[in-house]
């Protein structure tokens, strides 16, 4: 006896069989930020007190939004992202926002692609992901300084 199955049923087993063998890949850590992502959100851009850094990857097609809200003492009271990309490029996005909250701009400007590669145990082939988290919070702190500094003039 031989089970026939319609080519519908074998493109949802294949997606499945697929999802299941990438989701193994990923380590527990990327898997936790992509399925309960922190601080997703957007912030008003038209805020003097919100920078927003939006940056990409054309390689990969990762795009990647990071907002910080900065109070008048220099300490971000909110980020928020949104990303389009894969589970490692949300999970770098979504840590970022918690590394960030609470702290001041000089803090934020010293987290490195490598500390946020290291704390999500990302594989090689994913780098580029923390790499953008890195460039989104410095494209932010970017954006908020320019508008510091217009504010002021």
Avoid at 36 to 63: E, H, M, Q
Avoid at 105 to 127: G, S
Wanted: aromatic share 4%.
């Amino acid at each position: 006896m031989s089970l026939q199955i319609g080519s519908a049923a074998r493109s949802i087993l294949h997606k499945m069989a697929v999802s299941a063998v990438s989701t193994a890949q990923y380590h527990e850590k990327v898997i936790d930020h992509y399925e309960n992502p922190r601080n997703v959100g957007s912030l008003d851009k038209n805020d003097p007190n919100v920078g927003t850094g939006i940056v990409g990857a054309p390689a990969c097609g990762d795009v990647m939004k990071l907002q910080i809200k900065v109070d008048d003492n220099g300490k971000i009271v909110e980020a928020k992202f949104k990303t389009f990309g894969c589970g490692s490029a949300i999970a770098s996005s979504s840590l970022a926002t918690e590394w960030i909250n609470g702290k001041t701009i000089e803090y934020a400007a010293k987290i490195k692609n490598d500390e946020i590669a290291k704390e999500l145990c990302l594989p090689p082939v994913k780098l580029h992901c923390s790499m953008l988290a890195q460039d989104a919070i410095q494209a932010a702190l970017k954006d908020y300084q320019k508008k510091k500094s217009s504010k002021t003039a």
